[in-house]
T-cell receptor, first 115, second 111 residues
Framework: EAGVAQSPRYKIIEKRQSVAFWCNPISGHATLYWYQQILGQGPKLLIQFQNNGVVDDSQLPKDRFSAERLKGVDSTLKIQPAKLEDSAVYLC?????????????FGPGTRLTVL | DAKTTQPTSMDCAEGRAANLPCNHSTISGNEYVYWYRQIHSQGPQYIIHGLKNNETNEMASLIITEDRKSSTLILPHATLRDTAVYYCIVSPLKAGNMLTFGGGTRLMVKP
């Protein structure tokens, strides 16, 4: 079974530029998550989708971050404009239905460096 | 939401059992304990989870104390490939399975 796919794997931009990340979850998984992982810390949830609806985006900095999952499959996460503190690995995960006992499967992440 | 406390780092000799402790003294009755690990430059990987009974799968065993205030993840025969950061997570009471990661334990398996 194919895992969670993410692209690009690495991105280097200058501050105030825009950037977008793409995620393709495991086929049939209704729930999709975006996490931010700053170096030396555990991942922090940014947003959770159930199909194409948002379940939780309480930790998403909405002034500069946006995410969408228009057809309930692929998702994109955008940062506009980027700040130095946005340098991190952005992880996408998916799970079957988002229930308490569901396992989350993570992609390899996109490493963003903001200069 | 219940918080977890884990040692920052641990060492283990290759071939020996690795026992990773986790304290979750404020856990509520219906909160699950999850373990994930993250190998360098990869996304986190699910290991095991439990509610109150001990659990075992092909990767590890999870021992939860009777009062549920602590648990131990056991890797029975650690290999060099088990070197990773191990996260103990207590699932929140609210709907869904949002995971709140702490700092985890950095396990170094040495030859």
């Amino acid at each position: 079974e194919a895992g969670v796919a993410q692209s690009p794997r690495y991105k280097i931009i200058e501050k105030r530029q825009s950037v977008a990340f793409w995620c393709n979850p495991i086929s049939g998984h209704a729930t999709l998550y975006w996490y931010q992982q700053i170096l030396g810390q555990g991942p922090k949830l940014l947003i959770q989708f159930q199909n194409n609806g948002v379940v939780d985006d309480s930790q998403l900095p909405k002034d500069r971050f946006s995410a969408e999952r228009l057809k309930g499959v692929d998702s994109t996460l955008k940062i506009q404009p980027a700040k130095l503190e946005d340098s991190a690995v952005y992880l996408c995960a998916s799970s079957l239905a988002g229930g308490r006992r569901d396992t989350q499967y993570f992609g390899p992440g996109t490493r963003l460096t903001v200069l | 939401d219940a918080k977890t406390t884990q040692p920052t780092s641990m060492d283990c000799a290759e071939g020996r059992a690795a026992n990773l402790p986790c304290n979750h003294s404020t856990i509520s009755g219906n909160e699950y304990v999850y373990w994930y690990r993250q190998i360098h430059s990869q996304g986190p990987q699910y290991i095991i989870h439990g509610l109150k009974n001990n659990e075992t799968n092909e990767m590890a065993s999870l021992i939860i104390t009777e009062d549920r205030k602590s648990s131990t993840l056991i890797l029975p025969h650690a290999t060099l490939r088990d070197t990773a950061v191990y996260y103990c997570i207590v699932s929140p009471l609210k709907a869904g399975n949002m995971l709140t990661f702490g700092g985890g334990t950095r396990l170094m398996v040495k030859p």
